[in-house]
């Protein structure tokens, strides 16, 4: 039996994807585009939610109008340190169109808003903006802390000064999303309350920090996604990912804490409805 055969047949019944982009436009290159993606290979494999994560404005109204045609669906909005420094963005009036679909409660609620994200401090990329990031992801920690939504972060080659972001604003909670950091790190955020999650990357060979990290942090504090399209799961590389993949990751996850995989995917998912309110 091939790897790819072999991982189609993993139970995906219960997983909820913490962090996805199905309004990607990779999607649209697939028949009948994300609507297909979604029906056939991600609700209809029985996965139990979705979290659908914006990171603009442009992508944080596709994504409250994509999740609105799915019972399943919750929507996130934020700015992307990545796309705060396009040419094309101007971050105030990013900031106030935001602000402007987080300030009313009934609003939120109505578009199945349930987080803040996905922000943070992305290093990768050159040249970098540091200050520019920076101030985005503090007023975007503000805002959460207004709002009283959790957030979700991203964190590529920037651990020490995110994690330094998550000390200046004490009361703010959320998830550190496709964990990348070291096991000491995601010790100290847990011990602060806050949520790991891991995508497709802890099936890697050579992701073994990451599954250092799995195994170190307790069961109630972990979350599974894949952040779709993107870092599909050993035995799916280089393909287009989805949340039907997932089982993957859950059976990878539970090998590595000793557990069934029916428990790693009970768990992952009450922890996603605790952090998410859902």
Not at 121 to 126: A, I, S, V
Not at 191 to 214: D, M, P
Request: glycine share 6%; hydrophobic share 40%; charged share 25%.
């Amino acid at each position: 039996m091939s790897e790819k055969t072999s991982s189609t047949i993993l139970d995906c019944n219960g997983i909820i994807d913490s962090h996805a982009h199905y309004f990607d436009k990779r999607f649209d290159a697939e028949s009948d585009g994300a609507a297909a993606v979604l029906s056939r290979d991600v609700f209809g494999r029985g996965i139990a939610a979705v979290i659908n994560v914006g990171t603009r404005n442009e992508t944080n109204l596709l994504a409250i109008e994509q999740t609105a045609k799915y019972e399943n669906m919750f929507a996130a909005v934020g700015i992307h340190p990545e796309d705060v420094q396009m040419p094309d963005v101007d971050l105030d009036t990013e900031l106030s169109l935001l602000s402007s679909l987080l300030k009313n409660a009934d609003e939120r609620k109505k578009n199945k808003i349930v987080a803040l994200g996905e922000i943070g401090l992305d290093y990768h990329w050159q040249p970098v903006n540091k200050p520019l990031q920076q101030k985005c992801f503090d007023m975007q920690m503000e805002l959460a802390a207004k709002t009283v939504l959790p957030v979700i972060i991203h964190d590529r080659e920037a651990h020490g000064d995110c994690f330094e972001t998550v000390l200046r604003h004490p009361d703010v909670r959320g998830v550190f999303h496709s964990y990348s950091g070291s096991p000491e790190m995601a010790l100290e955020l847990v011990k602060r309350g806050w949520y790991i999650s891991f995508s497709g990357v802890l099936t890697y060979k050579n992701a073994r920090k990451t599954v250092e990290t799995a195994a170190a942090i307790p069961l109630e504090r972990i979350l599974i996604e894949t952040d779709a399209p993107y870092l599909a799961p050993t035995g799916f590389r280089g393909s287009l990912n989805h949340s039907g993949l997932m089982g993957v990751t859950a059976k990878t996850l539970a090998d590595i804490k000793g557990i069934s995989v029916d428990e790693a995917i009970s768990a992952t998912a009450d922890n996603t409805r605790r952090l998410f309110n859902i």
